[in-house]
RNA sequence: GCGACUAUGGUAUAAAGGUUAUUACUCCGGUUUGUGGUACCGGCAAUUCGGGUUCAAUUCCCGGUAGUCGCCCCA
């Protein structure tokens, strides 16, 4: 017979009970700490229709990158490669009922179609935190003190990590000097976005705009000190919000971005890369016929957020869920030790009963292996005494308490 | 889609064109019939797949596959 592959599909990844954990923790304080600000957990299916996609993305990305498939009654389907359109689409759909302004946040799973490097898989899970229905300042200094919080909230400093802001709206106003035609616009856009990695920026820039490309170099140097981005600046650092440098180079590889985009990027030399990006898409609702909501939001993917965090150490050690682990000397124990335990689950004590019958020494070995906090073992002297010998494992003491107490003795302990 | 590098028990590794492929961890059993990670003994378990060169290939060559990293792209 032919063996199956233990090896998960490719790019995915498989969460042991470790893995789970630490994608609990993760998940965990991300939501705690949007809560913190206001937002409302939601969800939706990981299936979208393809056409949802078509739409506002481009088309490389949904031929090439997406997973995209026709079902049975022939619709094209798409596996969800970004929550956005989804999260549009919802707010579109109700938009009358839900009441202004609305923040709610996600943590989807979705899928590209494409090959895994570092810091990039097939499947991730991301934050989505959206703003709907502020269209000024305001709602761009609450949406990065937010990420900026996420990312402190599991003890990372801001030499850590730096947000970069930028402004669209800026290049808009320089186009208008440069005169820049709208057609060329996009264009240069998407020059401006690959600068950093480009080594003849400037050649390409005049091929694109001809003479003007003097002016307009000169116009983009000086654009760092935009009065848009000077305010931003200032007011998230009345709020504590530090970390924050402008940098023009930021653009964002889509459209539909309208004003305030950023990114935040780790500083270690390790892992050198974004680990969080979004902006102002103040059109995007336009797409589903309602009326415009202005809208701020971004992401933060739990790839690059492991990363992140594991270059800093700021990742917990394993806890077991299993307080304590109950280990059965010889058959004839196996029931008193199912009524104890029975007795301790009611009392909210997680139990695991060790039914191997092995020497004690295996069983509190397997117990520690599974870092189980307590152990205690059952059999004729427990059955004759109704009393517990219970071991805290990470110190070693023992104590012998009546089996009725032994949630009790368990909560004197910091777990 | 393109490129570079890598591929040895479950994991991590060593070595070599030629008898039984090294070591550690894990796992199973024992020294030890009711309490710990140490110690000792024993056991299970591997050269990614296909082709070529060669008397002989796991080792060299080519190809496939997979992984890692980078490019492209980035929601």
Redesign the pocket.
Known sequence: MKKLST?SY??VRDFYPKDTYLHDYMVNTLSRVCESFGYEPYSASLLEPAEL?RTK??D??VNE??YTFKDRGGRDVTLR??M?PTVARMVAAKYRELGFPLRWYSMPNCF?Y???????LREFWQLNADLFGIAGADADVEIITLAHHLITAFGATEADFQIHINDRRVFEHIFDEAGIDAGTRKSVMSLL??RA?MDNFEDALRSSVGEKSEHLLSLLASAASNPLLESLHARLKNLGVTNVVVDTSII???DYYTGMVFEIFDTSDENNRSIA?GGRYDALLELFGVTPIPTIGF?LGDVTLQDFLTTHELLPEYVSPTDIMLCV?DEQSASIADTIAQNLRSQDINVAVNYSY?????Q???A??KHIPF???I????AESGTL?V??????E?KTVPMDEVADHLCTYEV
Not at 358 to 362: A, I, N
Not at 379 to 382: L, N, P, S, T
């Open positions: 090896d490719r790019g996609y993305t481009s490389e990305i990158q997406t490669p970004e956005t590209r494409e090959r895994a490097q570092r810091g990039r976005d690959r990695k964002r590889g889509f990006g992401a000397l092995k020497k004690v020494g295996d509190i070995k397997l520690i292996k152990s205690a073992c059999g004729q002297q427990e010998v071991k805290h494992l990470a110190t070693g023992e």
